[in-house]
Nanobody, 123 residues
Framework: QVQLVESGGGLVQAGGSLRLSCTASGRTFSRNYMGWFRQAPGKEREFVAAIRWSDGNTYYEDSVKDRFTISRDNAKNSVTVYLQMNSLNPEDTAVYYC??????????????WGQGTQVTVSS
């Protein structure tokens, strides 16, 4: 059984920063892409960022492109992905989910999901 566990969420003021982490545990886990999605109240879950595990190539949703950075820990036997979030604004408030999947931006191709971590940005 593979589990993805996120951490690092919290409450921050507008303009501040947070760093989310996601670690896979359990049996050997391998997916082409690791991604971050978010879901605000009353809205659909949306793509935020993804990283191709093989070479570190990254993908971003337009509204976060210059503010968020996704990275990975490529150490042996480790599957950890990070999301550094800078210049946060209240529109970034959501539950953030880590996921593993086959294609970078298509939510339907992600088949492993974490439980989510709340990010709240106050104005």
């Amino acid at each position: 059984q593979v589990q993805l566990v996120e951490s690092g969420g919290g409450l921050v003021q507008a303009g501040g920063s947070l760093r989310l982490s996601c670690t896979a545990s359990g049996r050997t886990f391998s997916r082409n892409y690791m991604g971050w999605f978010r879901q605000a109240p009353g809205k659909e879950r949306e793509f935020v960022a993804a990283i191709r595990w093989s070479d570190g190539n990254t993908y971003y949703e337009d509204s976060v492109k210059d503010r968020f950075t996704i990275s990975r820990d490529n150490a042996k036997n480790s599957v950890t992905v990070y999301l550094q979030m800078n210049s946060l604004n209240p529109e970034d408030t959501a539950v953030y989910y880590c996921a593993g999947g086959a294609l970078p931006t298509f939510r339907s191709t992600y088949d492993y999901w974490g439980q989510g971590t709340q990010v709240t940005v106050s104005s």
